[in-house]
């Protein structure tokens, strides 16, 4: 039976009972179903016999006997039974909506189902066989197009030629009741059914879901019915993990297939078996992804990285030891890295801890404060311990992670040794401009002739004004 909507024809009805139909839904061998709602706008699938089967009495009273048996069906793999009218002209029975493609479609469209797959859904029909059989009743007519995938699960439909248990398959002499390829053996022969026939079903339904394929092949109706009793099914393509299990519910013998409750349990293994197998077989999800490992840059774009080159080009002698260069803070002498570290403010220039080196450098500009109001980020804030100077990845939404220094502990304020290093150059200019002051007052003295020669002048002058011939006579 076909589920695709359909629009209502002419001669179709617009209201059944208590229903309103909206779409066609399919027809079958037994009448057409439709898609209505009732009143409070529930949905459901109405099946209306056909006009000539309505007037059979005894396809009626064999009607009626299905509808009392699908009213004790319970369990949630199969369409609930909403309403029925026995008496009718033509009579209805409507069952529980079940949106979703049938396992015929979905293979049609989508190709085979993966063996953890099939053996879920093999798993979920085989316990609402569980149920059916437990109320009495035989579907007799499980095939592809009668199960429906839903998202809670695949449900089970179209009970129109169940029967009781034990019931014959033959309504006329030599007339089987079902779709040939998925019939049991005794069905054909025309004997007896048992809940073995819907197994025998329900394997060649789990062939073609692995296979998009019968498992007797194509042709006739006579040609099918004749290999389901005589050939054995072609299951070339079928998973191994399936393979035994599905031979073995094609058994020619009922007797030698296993119950609905034995294949529920079975399938439920090889479901789990299987899931895990796929779970193991995926490859290992890495990590962390290459753009997520810590690389020494700056995660964000507002800090550009730039090359730094150092001065004086190659041959230069690196810098002395506390005087940071561009590639991170040099470590003193035994391994120990230098105080301070490197100041660096967007990858710029480098401070200098000697005269007249500017203590930050913001792009190479020599700026030592921020003239956007931002301040720049030290490099220090950003740097791992023993890692060259490359700063480290950062955490969150754009926070930096705890500042830390080769002996891992928290550095002073940035801007306190920005104070500290201007006091020590200052201090140092002004050390060095006395030194040459007072060397520049020194040297007019050497020129003179020494501190020997001034003061030897000195008392020759004072001895020559002392002499008494050098003062006249009193009298005068």
Not at 368 to 375: A, E, I, Q, V
Not at 406 to 417: E, I, K, S, V, Y
């Amino acid at each position: 039976m076909n589920m695709a909507m359909m629009r209502l024809r002419r001669e179709d009805p617009r209201v059944v009972g208590s229903f309103r139909l909206h779409r066609r839904l399919g027809a079958g061998g037994m009448g057409v179903v439709y898609l209505g709602s009732d009143k409070k706008g529930q949905r459901v699938a109405l099946k209306v016999i056909r006009p000539d089967l309505a007037e059979d009495q005894e396809f009626r009273s064999r009607f009626a006997r299905e509808v009392s048996a699908a009213r004790r069906i319970r369990g949630g793999c199969t369409a609930r039974l909403v309403a029925a009218d026995l008496d009718a002209d033509r009579p209805w029975f409507a069952t529980q909506y079940v949106p979703g493609p049938s396992l015929h479609d979905k293979v049609n469209d989508e190709g085979p189902l993966g063996a953890a797959e099939l053996a879920a859904i093999g798993a979920a029909l085989s316990e609402g066989l569980v149920a059916v059989h437990e109320a009495g009743v035989v579907h007799r007519d499980l095939k592809p197009s009668n199960i429906l995938l839903s998202p809670k699960g695949p449900r089970i439909i179209d009970f129109g030629i169940a029967w009781a248990t034990g019931a014959s398959t033959l309504t006329h002499v030599g007339t089987a009741v079902g779709s040939p390829g998925f019939l049991a053996p005794e069905q054909v022969r025309g004997a007896l059914v048992t809940p073995a026939t819907d197994v025998f079903s329900l394997g060649a339904t789990l062939a073609y879901a692995s296979t998009a394929d019968s498992p007797f092949g194509h042709g006739s109706s006579e040609v099918m019915l004749y290999r389901v009793v005589h050939e054995e099914p072609h299951l070339h393509g079928v998973p191994d993990a399936l393979a035994p299990l599905i031979r073995a519910c094609l058994a020619k013998d009922p007797e030698e297939r296993p119950s609905t409750l034995d294949l529920s349990l079975r399938l439920k293994e090889i479901a789990a078996r299987e899931a895990q197998g796929m779970a193991d077989a995926r490859p290992p999800v890495p990590r962390a992804s290459e753009a997520d490992r810590p690389t020494g840059r700056l995660a964000d774009s507002s800090y550009p990285e730039r090359t730094l080159r150092q001065p004086g080009g190659p041959g230069t002698p690196p810098p002395r030891s506390g005087v940071p260069s561009s590639r991170g803070p040099a470590p003193s002498r035994g391994g120990v890295p230098s105080r301070g570290g490197s100041v660096s403010r967007g990858g710029g220039g480098n401070p200098s801890s000697r005269g007249g080196g500017n203590p930050s450098s913001r792009g190479g500009s020599g700026n030592p404060s921020s003239r956007s109001g931002s301040r720049p980020t030290p490099a220090g804030r950003n740097t791992r311990p023993g890692g060259g100077g490359r700063p480290a990845p950062r955490s969150g939404a754009g926070r930096q992670g705890p500042r830390t220094t080769g002996t891992g502990r928290r550095p002073a304020n940035p801007r306190l040794l920005r104070q500290r290093l201007f006091v020590f150059v200052v201090v140092t200019l002004l050390v060095a401009l006395g030194i040459a002051v007072v060397q520049g007052c020194q040297g007019p003295a050497r020129g003179l002739g020494g501190d020997n020669d001034v003061v030897r002048e000195q008392h020759r002058q004072t001895q020559e004004h002392l002499r008494p011939e050098a003062v006249g006579p009193l009298g005068d």
